[in-house]
């Protein structure tokens, strides 16, 4: 059994076959064939990113799953912060095997499966499950509401609902030049934050957004910026041409105003060409040092006599980290957290638990009752690699 290698193919060609919402348990089904494996169970992050949701097996019924766990302080935690695979005794002559699912640097959940005999080549086999598991989930959740249902575990609204569609499918990006992550903490009452990412061949295109308003009003404004600024983008347009796009579009289209930064990386040489529409600066941790990168401002997105947006340029230096924020990070209640210091003591962390930490200092300060939106985005530039 242990000498039983993972058939990739054949796992891929079964959860093909298999219905959307049932590709967990082809994957269940393959390590109890193969390992013996018992109690095999796929748990996954809830939208807050502060709880895990265990996926019901295809027979139970969502409304009768298992409460959600607690993240912080979890062995899950553990598992996800390091990316690195946990055994355990389950307390009953087994071992508990608890393995990240992720994509890219997308945290998609752990894979949890319990085994009466381990080996390397065992473990190894589950790594590789789990991995497999990954490219699953990222395919078929287009075709299911089943994990996007589980991650609920709290009311949303239909502001909110909105909101989040707007988002890429991954807070998460790695590459060889650089790693990303986000996050989104809705406040109360909706305020209209978005963030957005996509990589060309040579181009790594970032914009972080603010629309104007609360509620239904803001989500409805953001997505009609976001979706002028998707339409210019893949059009071919550079940053500058982005933003008089956005512009128009709420100028044609609402009455209302959105501030927001663009950035166009060119992953060859690190040049960052940028439009900053109103929106707070930046910051950037440069050898333990943070600080904010003075820009020159524009008026934000649907000011009717606004200047000529203008570009401005960045170079970003091997090692640099950069954080793009909304004002919801900074402002009211928010304005108490120090996130210069977390920023400091996160310098060593992934971008994913660098914002995982500037959210959860935020929602400290505001004692878990945010008034306005709060987003970072973090991008860490590595350079060409040699």
């Not at 095997?97 to 009466?116: H, K, W, Y």
């Not at 080549?121 to 959740?141: N, P």
């Not at 983008?233 to 041409?241: E, F, I, P």
């Not at 400091?344 to 300060?365: C, F, G, I």
């Amino acid at each position: 059994m242990e000498g039983a290698d993972l058939e990739l193919g054949e796992l891929l060609a079964a959860a093909e076959a298999a219905p959307p919402s049932d590709s967990v348990e082809v994957v269940a089904r393959d390590l109890q064939k193969r390992l013996g494996a018992e109690r095999v169970s796929f748990l996954f992050v809830d939208l807050m990113g502060q709880r895990l949701v265990r996926l019901p097996a295809p027979a139970g019924d969502l409304a009768g799953q298992a409460e959600p766990i607690d993240l912080h302080g979890s062995v899950y935690d553990d598992v996800l912060r390091n990316q690195r695979q946990h055994v355990e005794p389950d307390g009953q002559d087994g071992q508990r095997v608890i393995t990240p699912v992720t994509n890219r640097g997308d945290c998609i959940g752990v894979l949890e499966v319990t085994l009466q005999h381990i080996a390397d080549a065992v473990l190894r086999q589950v790594r590789d499950a789990a991995h497999a598991l990954a490219y699953i989930i990222v395919t078929d959740r287009r075709f299911t509401d089943l994990y996007h249902l589980g991650r609920r575990t709290t009311r949303t609204s239909l502001a909110a609902e909105i909101q989040h569609q707007l988002l890429p499918s991954s807070p998460c990006c790695e590459a060889a030049q650089f790693t990303l992550a986000a996050g989104l903490v809705p406040a109360d009452d909706i305020g209209g934050d978005t963030y957005d990412y996509t990589l060309d061949r040579d181009t790594l295109h970032l914009s972080i957004t603010d629309a104007m308003g609360h509620d239904t009003q803001s989500a409805l404004l953001a997505t009609l910026l976001v979706g002028a600024l998707r339409q210019a983008r893949r059009s071919g347009c550079d940053a500058l041409s982005q933003a008089e796009h956005a512009h128009q579009a709420l100028l044609r289209h609402s009455r209302g105003l959105a501030t927001g930064q663009l950035l166009c990386v060119d992953l060859e040489t690190g040049l960052c060409e940028l439009v900053n529409a109103g929106h707070p600066w930046p910051l950037r941790l440069r050898d333990g040092t943070v600080e904010e990168v003075e820009l020159a401002v524009n008026l934000p997105f649907g000011v009717s006599t606004p200047m000529p947006y203008r570009v401005q340029e960045l170079r970003l230096r091997p090692g640099d980290r950069l954080i793009l924020l909304t004002d919801g990070m900074q402002d009211r209640g928010a304005a108490a957290a120090d996130l210069v210091s977390v920023l400091r003591d996160t310098h060593a962390l992934h971008p994913r638990e660098v914002v995982r930490s500037l959210t959860a200092a935020v929602l400290d300060a505001c004692r878990g009752q945010l008034k306005d939106d709060a987003t970072a985005l973090v991008l860490d530039w590595h350079g060409q690699p040699e």
